[in-house]
């Protein structure tokens, strides 16, 4: 391999790195992102900054994350398909699962389906759940239901039947009659294929998204195949599980596409925490309009086996994650009771913060930080705007009269509220899961996060901050290095004291086989898998499930109870160990290295910039600070209360805190009075 | 306006932080019950208290149970003694004449919260129970509340001596049909409590005790506030609205709820005159049930959905008594357990009546109605197996927006159970149908929302069925003109016969039977002659409505 290039399209920006393996030479970008047309943005750099230096010889890697699918859905431009369902059940889509998401809101709507009412059809079968035939398939049925599809001329048919995951024969064989009836090469997404997993809602809803938002992701990824084509280039595309995949097969499975920028950002997080020697850690990814968070175990992000995206659920593995509106763009508003709020609006990128001069009225949390000097007025940003100090401290001002504050509290206000939101997420994410956030290190990236990362260490009791090279772009780090990953999961409710190894082993094995065969038709040899089994167990009788990781043969099942009860006890405080314990679904992460490139690339970047000395208001005083380029911070501690500036982000050391540059050029924030 | 003490950024992250606690009560609930009924259907709600009884916050589950806490709460304090509390008592009620409970299906649990020795608040939770013993579900017939269910009035228990293995614990275990799933949901409860307890804590730890202490006044004093300057906006005057249920399920003499909403200045009073006396059969609707309907019906009409609700709101509004021997206060003891079909009536009917002065707040009638199919089931030697599946119905049309199809209703946030998940748990019945009902959403400028069928196929012999439903005769009614929406309707198919059911009851089923459920649609707004061509072009592509109606109802020509 010669040259690395990461692109990630997210909402507001474009984030882009690129290492020429050769010349040893690492380069990043921040543009704004072009939402009508995201590949612009792609080819603009690609044109641009990040255009190749010489010939490619040895071969490239080009990885992609986007919000292409997102942005499908959202403004529901997806394609037009149908859903065919097993007879009595063609509203699955339209009852969804009965409950309000505002309870007190006389003049509710529900979550708007992706296809409309007509484009929903039934055929005579019925399984029970455990796969047996009860009611058999009306062949002449389904084929009529097959024409009537095909007479309306679709982009794509999803197959969703009841109890399906148990038994696949119905759906394959509507699948074969509706591939008889309908234009070769039209798209027909089978659930039992694509989740085999129960609650009938949820599992439609899964298979028609992916039919809905295909075309849509197919399209995109064709043409920016075609505009980066070169000899010897792997393309691979992010997913929401943490891993990548080549384009075909996103494009097979583009439900697996959401969420992949914060994805990336946590597996980045992983990588520059890691060669820290840290394991165990929170992600705070801080941006303009929001903040994710997400917990990392032993190194590996935790994990979620269903999402939701604009009210509808999807099944579909991803990196567990929790956003709050809060980011620097949030806008500070007193609401009618004559509370302060922050967020969720935010200024976004137009107008922006007030500071920015851009027509914003409103102040924000970069206001905040500017007012309180912890973001420098004195200083540019990207080198162009000249920041407005004033502006932000009359606009705090307008927000702060009506409750007797002055600009300076209003300042600190807003801050506080605004580390509350992310504490809020933080505490959803540890506490109520059973885990303690002082037994992790917090790991600060986006734009915001390495501002207000300490602070809110020290209100959780958190004794470390990490802050990776590249915090502001770590997404775009974090594809860079992304192993490629699928899961494949399947239910099957089997109760735990009938299993046996001989069983466990052939489940296991035909997932791994699934796994496999697709692996090797995107050209990957069997040796270099690492294959990793899960279940998901639950006592008989409860509705949720807890996941634990197995080996194999009987010792494996034996261990399942006791790993379960663990778990239990930790998330939920309490264990029932001689209640019955049941599987529910079994699943297997087939993950493959690629080349190590995470330490090429966090060499030092050049950040530039000149150390200084000004005035913060902290804690309702003016103290003295020091403002440092990060190149001048070394392995020696330096005490708080100290700015570290870098051109896409900046990181708050407070006074009880010191700040040393650890062995892999990452930020270490450690408190002082460490208790 | 700002009468706020507390720091502002600090009164922001405590009433946020009011929130959390009780959300997470509730997450704890719903993951950790056994039943189906909550931990599918998410029949469970969690509050957060001051050690006076206010409400500070809520988790958003279920509105008639939220609104009630308070009741309830207040009942165990004026019977039970505060000085025997510890950190291992919990105090219980489900009595609704003596206890301010609802129906004895729902029990409520409360955990007092000590910091430093010091009662600083109460987490409370309230949950459905599928069976609690007596009756095999809802027994139309029962001649009080004592052959309904377990009755437990205000009583303290200790979880040290009495729970785990101790007296309380076994004798709720011995008199239940499904011991392990009853305990568990309890457990759950408690578990959400002790959640609820140790967060509280760690807020108190966090800011002190006193700081705490201010912002909780402030923030029912916010809330407070918020509701009047609402009701403020709204022209004085009284208000009054009429509701009626099919009959008491003996005759079908619709049985008449009426309220009249008094407005002055920034107060409401909501009173009841004119409204059915008390019924021989479960349809009686206990004060608690009643106050928690007015109060939830006032939160959706006048405020914001998005703002918070705690004590503060209930502040301005007045619910006076029904006299005693109303359907709405029922003396001692009559049977409750259908209560939420006269509750829902009241609801609807406090909308309503604010129709008059706040059209565009409210939306017409919807079909309004808990409707709760149990089955019952045991075979010789085995478990015995009850599961309980839930429907609200259509919703009301808006003065802009067509209503919900089939969602819970307005005083319920269930969901529905999946049918995988449904067949998975038992073996015998199957669900043959969820589908919307076309033509049921009543006919208006705005359309109501559809009902739609549920029916299940029973694979043995001797399943026991209980139903509770209403406007079965009289549907939700439309608004300015809207019509109504379909009534609901109720069947056995066997073989080649039909047997009606009425909207209240019970029945034994047999193989091969198939029932079916017909929900009703909501009520439409305004009159169906205006509906937008376009909207009505849609519902007929769609099946919403079929061409007949649309020519019949809605005047289209061709």
Redesign the interface.
């Known amino acids: 391999m010669s040259r690395l290039l990461a692109i990630e399209v997210g909402g507001t920006f474009t984030d882009a790195f690129s290492l020429d393996l050769a010349a040893g030479e690492v380069r990043t970008a921040k543009v704004p992102s072009t939402p009508r047309d995201p590949a612009l943005a792609v080819q603009s750099l690609l044109e641009g900054p990040l255009a190749a230096a010489g010939g490619e010889e040895g071969g490239s890697e080009f990885l992609h994350g986007s919000t292409v699918a997102t942005n499908a859905l959202l403004e529901r431009k997806g394609a037009d398909v149908a859903l065919v369902t097993s ?6 889509l ?2 969804q ?4 998401r ?9 979550p708007k389906p992706l296809i ?3 484009r929903s059809f039934a055929v005579s079968e ?1 399984l ?2 455990d796969g047996a035939v ?1 009611v058999p398939l009306d062949e002449a049925g389904a084929s009529a239901v097959a024409e009537r599809i095909a007479a309306l001329d679709l982009e794509g048919v999803a197959v969703c039947t ?2 399906s995951y148990a038994n696949p024969e119905h759906e394959q064989r509507i699948g074969a009659l509706l591939e008889r009836a309908l234009p070769a090469g039209t798209p027909i997404l089978l659930s039992s294929d694509l989740v085999p997993q ?5 599992r439609a809803n899964t298979t028609v998204m992916s039919a809905y938002i295909a075309p849509r992701v197919s399209t995109y990824l064709d043409r920016l195949e075609a505009a980066v084509e070169s000899e010897d280039l792997r393309f691979f595309v992010m997913q929401s599980n943490g891993g990548v995949v080549p384009p075909r097969g996103a494009a097979e499975r583009p439900i697996n596409t959401f969420l992949s920028g914060p994805a990336a950002g946590v597996i980045g997080a992983a990588a520059a925490a890691g060669r820290e020697g840290v394991k165990d850690f929170i992600t705070l990814d801080m941006g303009g309009t929001s903040t994710d968070v997400s917990v990392v175990r032993d190194g590996r992000p935790q994990m979620v086996s269903q999402v939701e995206i604009d009210g509808l659920p999807i099944q579909a593995p991803a990196v567990d994650m929790t956003t709050v509106g809060a980011g620097g763009g949030s806008l500070a508003w007193t609401d ?7 967020g969720p609006r935010s200024a976004g990128a137009d107008p922006g913060p007030v500071c920015y001069g851009w027509g914003g009225t409103e102040p924000t949390v970069t206001d905040a930080n500017v007012v309180t000097n912890i973001i420098r007025g004195s200083q540019q940003i990207g080198g162009q705007v000249e920041l407005q100090a004033e502006a932000a401290a009359e606009a705090c001002a307008s927000v702060g009269e ?4 002055d600009p300076l509290s209003t300042a ?3 801050l ?2 605004a580390d ?2 992310m504490i ?1 997420a933080i ?2 994410m540890t ?2 899961r059973g885990l303690d956030p002082r037994d992790h290190a917090l790991v600060a990236f986006g734009g915001a996060g390495p501002l207000h990362a300490a602070r809110l260490a020290r ?1 959780l009791g958190i004794p470390t901050v990490i802050v990776p090279q590249h915090a502001g772009l770590l997404s775009a780090y974090g594809l860079a290095i992304a192993p490629i990953v699928r899961h494949h999961a399947r239910t099957a ?1 089997r109760p735990l004291a009938e299993l046996t190894g001989e069983e466990l082993g052939e489940r296991f094995a035909e997932l791994e086989g699934d796994a496999r065969a697709e692996l090797s038709e995107h050209g990957y040899a069997s040796e270099g898998i690492e294959v990793r089994r899960e279940l998901d167990v639950r ?1 008989h ?4 499930e807890l996941t634990v990781a197995i080996g194999a043969g009987q010792a494996a099942v034996d261990a399942i109870a006791a790993e379960f009860h663990a778990a239990h006890r930790q998330r ?3 264990a ?1 160990e001689s ?1 019955p314990v049941e599987v529910v679904n079994w699943r297997v992460i087939a993950t493959i290295e690629r080349a190590d490139a995470s330490e090429l690339l966090l060499r030092d970047a050049e950040t530039g910039g000149v150390a200084a000395e000004e005035s913060i208001y902290v804690n309702g005083e003016w103290i003295p600070a020091r403002f440092l380029p990060r190149a001048d911070v070394s392995s020696e501690p330096l005490e708080g209360p100290v700015v570290i500036e870098e051109p896409t982000s900046a990181t708050f050391v407070p006074a009880e805190w010191t700040v040393r540059r650890g062995d892999s050029g990452s930020l270490i924030l450690t408190r002082r009075d460490n208790r | ?4 003490r507390t ?7 405590l ?3 009011f929130g ?1 606690i009780a959300r ?1 009560m509730s ?2 609930l719903i ?6 009924v909550i ?2 259907a ?1 029949d469970a709600s969690t509050s957060l208290l001051d050690p006076a009884g206010r409400v500070i916050s809520q988790a ?4 008639l149970h939220l609104n009630s806490m308070e009741p309830a709460f207040r009942a165990c304090d004026e019977k039970l003694d505060r000085d025997r509390l510890s950190p291992e008592s919990v105090w219980i009620t489900n009595d609704p004449y003596r206890g301010g409970g609802q129906h004895l299906s729902d029990i409520f649990l409360f955990s007092p919260i000590f910091y430093a020795d010091e009662l600083v608040g109460f987490a409370g939770s309230v949950g459905h129970y599928v069976d609690i013993g007596h009756s095999r579900g809802f027994n139309l017939h029962a001649a009080d509340i004592y052959e309904e269910r377990m009755l437990f009035p205000p009583s303290q228990f200790s979880l040290g001596s009495d729970w785990n293995g101790g007296l309380f614990e076994r004798l709720i275990a011995a008199n239940v049909r499904m011991p ?2 009853t305990i ?1 949901d309890l ?1 759950a409860q408690l ?1 959400a409590n ?2 609820g307890a140790a ?1 509280f804590c760690e807020l108190v730890e ?1 800011n002190g005790a006193a700081v705490v202490q201010m912002a909780i006044e402030d923030f029912l004093d ?2 407070e ?2 509701m009047r ?1 609402e009701i403020e906006a709204i022209p004085d005057g009284v208000y009054e609205a009429e509701e009626f249920l099919d009959g008491d399920g003996l005759t079908e003499e619709p049985v008449r709820i009426a309220v009249q909403a008094r407005v002055e200045g920034s107060e409401c009073t909501v009173s009841f005159a004119g409204t059915a006396a008390q019924v021989q059969t479960a349809l009686n609707c206990p004060r608690a049930s009643t106050v928690s309907a007015v109060r ?1 019906a006032m ?3 006048v ?1 914001n ?3 918070p ?1 705690n004590q503060g709101f209930y502040r301005p509004v007045v619910v006076e008594d029904a006299p005693l021997g109303s359907i709405l206060n029922p003396q001692p003891n009559l049977p409750v357990e259908a209560r939420a079909l006269a509750a829902v009536r009241v609801f609807t009917a406090v ?1 309503k009546a604010f129709s008059a002065c706040v059209p565009e ?3 017409a009638p919807g079909f309004d109605t808990r409707t709760a199919v149990d089955f019952h089931y045991v075979r010789p030697g085995q478990p015995y197996v009850a599961m309980s599946d839930l ?2 119905g259509g ?2 049309a ?1 003065a ?2 067509d209503g ?5 209703d ?1 005083l319920g ?4 159970t ?4 449904l ?3 038992q073996d015998f019945f ?7 009902r076309q033509d049921s959403g009543g006919a208006g400028r705005r359309r109501g929302g559809l009902g ?1 069928l549920r ?1 299940y196929e029973m694979l043995r012999d001797g399943v026991f069925m209980t139903l509770y439903s209403d406007h079965f005769k009289r549907p939700a009614p439309g608004l300015f003109g809207g019509l109504p929406g379909a009534p609901a309707e109720a069947r056995v198919v066997r073989g080649e016969e039909e047997i009606e059911l009425k909207p209240t009851g019970s029945t034994e089923l047999k193989a091969g039977d198939l029932v079916e459920v017909r929900i009703g649609g909501g009520g439409g707004y305004g009159p169906p002659g205006e509906r937008d061509p376009e909207l009505l072009a ?1 519902d007929i ?4 409505v079929s061409k007949e109606m649309a020519e019949s109802v809605y005047g289209q020509s061709d």
């Open positions: 007879e009595g059940m063609r509203d699955v339209e009852l699962r009965g409950d309000k505002r309870i007190y809101d006389l003049l509710y709507e529900k409309r009412r007509s019925r029970g759940p009860r009841l109890h129960f609650r009938e809602y949820e009618r009771g004559g509370m302060l709020r922050v009506p409750l007797g504050l600190d206000s807003i506080r509220i509350q939101h809020g505490r959803l506490t109520e209100d409710i006592y009788g409860q509705g949720y939920y405080g309490y029932r209640e | 306006m700002n009468t706020i720091d502002p950024a600090t009164f922001t992250i009433s946020q932080g959390a997470e997450s704890t993951r950790t019950a056994y039943s189906p931990r599918e998410a958003e589950n279920i509105p392990e799933a568990g457990n578990a002790h959640v967060r966090r916010y809330g506030g918020q300057a939830s939160k959706c009409v405020t959905a998005d703002l609700l909308v707040r409210v939306n429907h609200g919703y009301g808006g802009d927006l919900a199809d089939q969602v819970d307005p946030n269930c969901k529905n999946p049918v995988e998940a067949e998975a748990a199957l669900v043959r149908a969820y589908e919307l739609a029916s849609a592509e769609d099946g919403r």
